[in-house]
């Protein structure tokens, strides 16, 4: 099993830009073997998707973040990244990754034994 910790969340503007982590640690664990998503669930909505990232750095992303947002990693540093630009006050949310060694075909999210992130908040507000 493997933690993880995000980071990078804050206060921006819009139009601004983020770069949230997420590392990954645990014991005796390889994190290439890992794919990672990351996620995001603003106030009373439900937690949704938005970009995945395979151990050997093949992404994904839904298509509402698509050319705004960037999921890259760094296996030397058990990290991914998740870069955030052009934010707007609806992209506002907690943000979540999550960990696992199975994914599902079609959006590359983990499924079945996963980890997840405490989340890190992102407010973006003028």
């Known amino acids: 099993q493997v933690q993880l910790v995000e980071s990078g969340g804050g206060v921006v503007q819009p139009g601004g830009s983020l770069r949230l982590s997420c590392v990954g640690s645990?014991?005796?664990?390889?994190?290439?073997?890992?794919?990672v998503a990351w996620y995001r669930q603003a106030p009373g909505k439900l937690r949704e998707l938005l970009a995945s990232?395979?151990?050997?750095?093949?992404?994904k992303y839904v298509e509402s973040i698509k050319g705004r947002f960037t999921i890259s990693r760094d296996n030397t540093k058990n990290t991914v990244y998740l870069q955030m630009n052009d934010l707007n006050p609806e992209d506002a949310a907690v943000y979540y990754c999550q960990a696992g060694k199975i994914t599902r075909a079609d959006n590359g999210a983990p499924v079945g034994l996963t980890s997840w992130g405490q989340g890190t908040q992102v407010t973006v507000s003028s």
């Open positions: 645990g014991n005796s664990f390889d994190f290439k073997a890992f794919a």
């Open positions: 990232i395979t151990g050997g750095g093949v992404a």
